[in-house]
């Protein structure tokens, strides 16, 4: 613990990068069963800087998803370097959840609050059989879906617009009217189709809702017209399925200024 | 059921193909406890084929080991074809076990004793921290290993050897003797170095313990010569330790004539 010259306590704060295999996770936040990526966090943090702390992520990903760059802040007392830290928090973290970076950052940020953008990848398995090897973070959909159909959509979901259609039933958020700064489709590899979104925000399972429509695009079931509609009707029946959990990874979260965002999406 | 003109039942013999993410499961050979392959396997064909079915694979693999192209056989009097096989089994196993491929093969075929080589790979993760998207398949070894000093050894595996000083301690062989067609390190993708050795066969944790020993050589405690005073020794106990199986998967099996292994593997 470092006293300031005034004898108060000095808190410092804390920026992780935090990357996790969802399967069997119970999400990010806290829950009553299971085991929350959150909790886990914060009790393998709380054991490295010898105190509680509260860790906040820059959003909750939900049961099953994974995350390759997820960010959390938090405030600790204790004197610890960054790389101790990470050594630390791993040491005490289960294997499916490990923090990749640290950095202290100014008493301001707020991992959440401070976030100005998110990049989420849905990953489609386009292999003749299941792939046991890689079904695990991806969602097996055959060989016969009609990619150019799917990207044909794309276009559609960038801008500020009101994703309503796209919205889980219990959700108790305030608007519903997100900026879209880009949408793509591309291949990591072969046997892979992946969805990449980047925006302001997301709301309650709009990324799996908008998967599972975009499915029903590659299915030849509906066309660029037909999602359009589906996003201007602003009602959640309308849409496709709710795509699984395990294709969806949180990929990056973004702390730039939004202009700069939309700029380097814009231009991608 | 087919009747000959005989009146005897008609088998056939059916070739699969499986692939199977090891984590979780206790290996191919069927356990007192624990979830073995071949035990799902046996359960899953025997509800397709409408009769009991006695499932025989290449080899057997470790508990956590993984399979991207085990090669496994069986008869049936079931009249199925090939299609409805690797459908309808992949309907009753578990996620982390499917069937990829299945063909007819002749009344002579035997998935291990018709086995005339294999390849396996081993993956080390390179990368600063653990990632626990991919440490379920690699043994994370952190980034400072020396590969060149790995690779230098690798030609000292290579032609037909006693490969006693790799076999694990409980192994009830008759022979050590086995035939290493090629050996290779390459780099699927940036964070990962992948060993491929391909061979005649593999004694029971030869593969795990060259893995090992070829870390020790990465880390600088052993260089080519002391490789082969290793392996010349045929003593266990002077080899390094075996790296953990999570990293270990059968990438395939092979039926051709070793003579034409000999080449395919020799030119590469």
């Known amino acids: 613990m470092t006293l300031s010259e005034t004898g108060q306590v000095k808190y410092r704060n804390f920026k992780i990068k935090v990357a996790?295999?969802?399967?069997?996770?119970?999400?990010?936040?806290?829950?009553?069963?299971?085991?929350?990526?959150?909790e886990l966090l914060e009790d393998a943090?709380?054991?490295?800087?010898?105190?509680?702390?509260?860790?906040?992520?820059?959003?909750?990903?939900?049961?099953?998803?994974?995350?390759?760059?997820?960010?959390?802040?938090?405030?600790t007392k204790s004197a610890r370097t960054p790389t101790q830290m990470v050594r630390g928090a791993n040491r005490f973290l289960p294997r499916s959840i490990a923090v990749l970076e640290a950095e202290e950052a100014p008493l301001s940020f707020h991992a959440r609050f401070s976030c100005t953008g998110k990049k989420y990848h849905y990953d489609y398995l386009v292999t003749e059989t299941r792939d046991p090897l890689?079904?695990?973070?991806?969602?097996?959909?055959?060989?016969?879906?009609?990619?150019?159909?799917?990207?044909?959509?794309?276009?559609?979901?960038?801008?500020?617009?009101?994703?309503?259609?796209?919205?889980?039933?219990?959700?108790?958020?305030?608007?519903?009217?997100?900026?879209?700064?880009?949408?793509?489709?591309?291949?990591?590899?072969?046997?892979?189709?992946r969805l990449e979104i980047a925006g302001s925000g997301f709301l309650r399972h709009?990324?799996?809702?908008?998967?599972?429509?975009?499915?029903?695009?590659?299915?030849?079931?509906?066309?660029?017209?037909?999602?359009?509609?589906?996003?201007?009707?602003?009602?959640?029946?309308?849409?496709?399925?709710?795509?699984?959990?395990?294709?969806?990874?949180?990929?990056?979260?973004y702390y730039e200024p939004k202009a700069e965002l939309r700029r380097i999406f814009g231009g991608e």
């Not at 996790?20 to 959150?38: D, I, K, M, P």
């Open 134 to 193: 890689r079904d695990w973070r991806a969602w097996w959909v055959g060989t016969r879906l009609d990619w150019d159909g799917v990207r044909s959509c794309l276009p559609e979901l960038v801008g500020e617009k009101d994703f309503a259609a796209f919205q889980s039933a219990g959700s108790d958020v305030k608007g519903t009217v997100r900026e879209i700064y880009g949408a793509w489709l591309t291949s990591p590899e072969p046997s892979i189709r």
């Open 206 to 253: 709009m990324m799996r809702a908008i998967a599972g429509t975009l499915f029903e695009a590659g299915r030849g079931r509906l066309g660029r017209e037909d999602f359009k509609n589906i996003l201007a009707s602003k009602t959640r029946p309308r849409a496709g399925m709710s795509a699984p959990p395990e294709g969806l990874s949180l990929a990056e979260a």
């Open 20 to 38: 996790y295999r969802g399967t069997g996770l119970s999400g990010w936040q806290r829950q009553e069963n299971g085991l929350a990526v959150q």
């Open 45 to 75: 943090v709380g054991k490295v800087c010898g105190h509680p702390v509260t860790i906040h992520g820059s959003g909750r990903t939900d049961a099953g998803v994974h995350a390759a760059g997820q960010i959390a802040s938090f405030f």
